[in-house]
């Protein structure tokens, strides 16, 4: 769980003075009590390399450079990270870690870097399991513990091959703050993204996490009864909890619906079993997924234009339907019942039901 720059700032916008001032919101807006830890810098910090080939960052934007930064935001509690790319040059065009993979991760590590986005613009059609481990082999020889997360797009199928590189790895192409819209260049909605996650359910696990990327949740273009939605199918996803947002003026809502522990504890349940749809009605969708203390936690998904009553039976998600269950709410935070055989709720337009079913 953390924050990057990219889907609310992108290229332009970042500098030192933002990037502590989100470390100081992390804190103050009760994000980091809610378990996010890491502020990570996207494309854009870095601007040359120097006569030795070490990799500078942006004076203009970073002048008090990264490892003062880095001092910053763990004097916060919390922890830092940074971007690259296995090509020639980032997808911004920066200079990127292809033949300065050690050095480059050498560099971090003095840094007190805690987390590496790896971006795979540029590649030069490079072998994508040899290019990324040469980065994981760098970061494990520079003896600092670092999150390696991997970001080719999904283009190799890095869930057939990543467990043993990296500790999460993008599944799909660039997030877009939609319901359900395209661009040109790839960027897809949550919804598109939703449905590239089936069938990529069995190869997550803790330590090795399918990333349907970073969330767009507060930055404006969809309701909150979307962004409601887009948290709690992210968290029966396990998908890492990345919020893209500016935390200095989140609205009340906004705030309410990342902090949400009871979802949140879903997301980051020991199990680690990254939830599946059971159910598709085309327009209706149930998504369940196991958790540690013997619940299930069920997302009733609605995609319609208007609302509707979805229901979920216990054959569904694995049980006898003679039982009798207690059901929880997670939004509304509240004890609904006890229910025998099914649970069926009215569900708005674009939006979800989540729960926790109790045997
Ligand atoms: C790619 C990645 C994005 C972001 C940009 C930065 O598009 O998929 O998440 O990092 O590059 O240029």
Redesign the pocket.
């Known amino acids: 769980m953390g924050w990057?720059s990219?889907?609310k700032f992108?290229?332009e916008n970042i500098n030192e003075k933002l990037i502590r001032e989100i470390a100081d919101a992390m804190v103050s807006s009760g994000m980091k009590d809610a378990g996010y830890q890491y502020i990570v810098i996207?494309?854009?910090w870095q601007i040359a390399r120097d006569e030795s080939g070490n990799i500078i960052a942006d004076p203009k934007k970073f002048p008090s450079g990264m490892k003062v930064l880095a001092d910053y935001v763990h004097s916060k509690g919390l922890k830092f990270g940074l971007?690259s790319?296995a090509g020639t040059k980032?997808?911004?065009g920066r200079p990127a870690s292809w033949g300065y993979e050690f050095q480059d991760a050498r560099q971090y590590a003095a840094w007190e870097v805690d987390y590496l986005?790896y971006?795979?613009?540029n590649n030069g059609q490079q072998n994508s399991v040899a290019a990324y481990s040469i980065m994981r082999d760098a970061l494990k020889q520079a003896g600092r513990p670092i999150v390696y997360s991997i970001?080719e797009?999904g283009s190799s199928k890095p869930w057939l091959w990543a467990k043993d590189v990296g500790n999460l790895w993008?599944t799909t192409?660039?997030?877009l703050d939609c319901w359900d819209c395209k661009q040109d260049w790839g960027g897809i909605g949550i919804m598109g993204i939703l449905d590239q996650q089936i069938g990529l359910e069995s190869f997550a696990g803790p330590g090795y996490w399918n990333d349907p990327?970073?969330l767009q949740i507060g930055n404006g273009a969809m309701s909150p009864t979307e962004y409601q939605a887009h948290f709690s199918l992210w968290s029966i996803l396990s998908a890492p909890l990345m919020a893209g947002n500016d935390l200095r003026n989140m609205k009340p809502e906004i705030t309410q619906i990342l902090t949400n522990q009871e979802v949140i504890a879903i997301n980051q349940d020991a199990l680690g079993i990254q939830g599946r749809k059971v159910r598709d009605d085309g327009e209706f969708e149930v998504w369940v997924k196991p958790v540690a203390d013997g619940t299930r936690a069920v997302v009733l998904l609605n995609r319609s234009k208007a609302e509707a009553n979805i229901s979920v039976s216990w054959s569904e998600i694995g049980y006898p339907t003679t039982l009798i269950f207690e059901v929880r709410d997670l939004w509304q935070k509240k004890n609904l019942g006890e229910y025998r055989g099914l649970f069926a709720a009215e569900v708005p337009s674009h939006g979800v039901v989540m729960v926790k079913i109790k045997p």
Do not use: P
Request: aromatic share 16%.
């Open positions: 990057n990219w889907n992108g290229c996207d494309d854009c971007y790319t980032t997808c911004q986005k971006d795979w613009c970001c797009w993008r192409n660039d997030i990327d970073m």
